[in-house]
């Protein structure tokens, strides 16, 4: 019968198992390792909230294309998924500025508008993250409003996410 060697994570110095006798590794190793994920999940728990607080673009420069574009989308009889800003929890701001971007790059797409501002919505919308929150709802479940209210409602939002990064 064959000796067969089995090939197993040790410290250095250590010989490798060989036939069937089993040598658990290192156990210093073991520990170093256990240390280090516990490190790198502490680490990750202290920078979550300002990574998720920083992924939000600026805002400032959309919020002068949309009050530039107004003007030629408020004539739309466009119905739109418009969340109201207190219904939106807050880590799911992202996800209902990107709804707010789809629904304006499409009325601007009806509208048949060319120029930069229409162009500063798409590549905003762009830089957009798109992660999906865990509990956040679809574009689709929200209230369907007018142009005006959307308008509204997108402005209160922007101005909203404008504080939170000033602060």
């Known amino acids: 019968m064959r000796d ?8 250095l110095g ?5 036939g069937v006798h089993f040598q658990s590794s290192c156990h ?10 516990w490190f790198h ?4 728990c202290f920078l979550s909230p300002y990574t998720c607080a920083a992924s ?15 003007p030629a989308i408020e004539n739309s009889d466009a119905m739109l998924y418009a969340p109201s800003a207190n219904s939106v929890k807050k880590q799911c701001k992202n996800m209902s500025l990107r709804c707010y971007m789809l629904e304006l790059i499409m009325v601007i797409n009806e509208e048949e ?13 762009e830089i957009l993250p798109t992660d999906n929150s865990v509990g956040c709802p679809p574009c689709e ?27």
Request: hydrophobic content about 45%; overall charge neutral; proline content about 2%.
């Open 4 to 11: 067969f060697m089995m090939v197993q994570p040790t410290c």
């Open 14 to 18: 250590e010989q490798r198992a060989t």
């Open 28 to 37: 210093l190793c073991r520990e170093i390792l256990k240390a280090q994920v």
């Open 41 to 44: 999940l502490f680490v990750l």
């Open 56 to 70: 939000v673009p600026e805002t400032r420069g959309v919020q002068i294309c949309v009050k530039a574009l107004r």
């Open 113 to 125: 508008i060319m120029d930069n501002n229409a162009n500063c919505i798409s590549d905003f919308n």
């Open 141 to 167: 479940e929200y209230a369907i409003r007018n142009i005006t209210m959307f308008l509204g409602r997108l402005q209160s939002l922007l101005e909203e996410l404008n504080v939170i990064q000033n602060t």
